[in-house]
């Protein structure tokens, strides 16, 4: 249950770096230049411990080439600050969960088992400094942002009354977005499909109908890109959720909870992410892969409740 001293009706704006498409369903409300969130403190701080050799890279775990037309660590610091300007509007509003919350525990415990494995895919998130917190809001969201800063809002633990399971879905996911450096990724592919559609309408002798394809055109283009973008975050965090001891077919239950609470998306065509039908039929497909993944992996130790009332 909340603290007193902890409010969850607060309104905290959502960070600039975190991907806002005029869709406004329930969990991608979000994700423009990248994953999502909360940043200050340590690895060590969290006990978040790196157990144990790199395992060599999967399948799933394979940054764009057009990740190399943004600097990292620009992206990286820019999060960070855009972060901390969130976490301190929280913390103004008594919206930041403090350390003794039972959701606050339960993000960081579950995350304490994911973080391991995703430091396995990329190199630089070794050096981040991953933080996990909860914001006091009632929007069904959660992100992580590039640099390894994790936030899952109160609304989406205690509307949706995830179990342990679905939390590890919807983390692995994000984690898999800054793993992927989807920030990076859609910048560069930003850049390089507006200018060939402007090239395009210039050599053609389109004039101001080209720019106006050029708009519509890059529109529908980075769509797709988003949309490919949620597709191989949810490949690569089912395998880091399963890894941790976390149940894939979570998956297929969270999403079913989703398109309860989605009415009123737009088609898929039209959508910044896959459709909730699309994606569980996709994670059924995957789940003879992960399933022995799953029976391998040593189990968590401890459970938690969704949130009360």
Excluded at 58 to 69: I, N, R, V
Excluded at 104 to 114: E, F, G, P, T
Excluded at 193 to 200: F, K, N, V, W
């Amino acid at each position: 249950m909340a603290q007193p001293d902890f409010t969850t009706v607060a309104d905290v704006a959502v960070p600039a770096l975190v991907h806002q498409h005029d869709c406004r369903c329930a969990l991608h409300a979000r994700r423009r230049l990248g994953g999502a969130l909360i940043g200050g403190g340590a690895l060590a701080a969290l006990g978040l411990g790196l157990p144990g050799p790199a395992r060599a890279q999967d399948a799933e775990c394979k940054p764009s080439a057009f990740t190399k037309f943004a600097s990292a660590e620009q992206v990286e610091q820019a999060a960070g600050q855009q972060y901390r300007q969130m976490l301190q509007q929280a913390a103004e509003q008594r919206a930041l969960g403090p350390a003794d919350n039972a959701q606050v525990q339960r993000l960081r415990y579950i995350a304490k088992r994911i973080i391991p494995f995703a430091i396995t895919c990329n190199p630089r998130a070794q050096q981040w400094r991953w933080d996990v917190n909860l914001i006091g809001s009632q929007e069904l969201n959660a992100f992580c942002m590039p640099g390894g800063k994790i936030a899952f809002y109160y609304g989406i633990l205690a509307k949706l009354k995830l179990d342990d399971d679905e939390v590890a879905t919807i983390m692995g996911h994000e984690v898999a977005h800054a793993l992927l450096e989807h920030a990076r990724e859609r910048m560069g592919k930003s850049f390089a499909t507006r200018g060939a559609i402007e090239l395009g309408a210039a050599l053609f002798g389109l004039g101001g109908a080209g720019r106006a394809a050029a708009d519509m055109g890059s529109q529908l283009l980075a769509l797709r890109f988003s949309r490919d973008d949620e597709s191989e975050a949810d490949a690569l965090g089912l395998l880091m959720s399963a890894r941790a001891g976390y149940r894939p077919e979570a998956g297929v239950t969270l999403w079913q909870k989703m398109l309860a609470a989605n009415k009123g998306a737009p088609p898929q065509w039209l959508s910044t992410h896959p459709s909730g039908e699309s994606r569980i039929r996709d994670i059924e497909a995957r789940l003879p892969r992960l399933d022995p993944v799953y029976e391998q992996a040593a189990k968590p130790d401890r459970r938690f409740a969704p949130p009360t009332a």
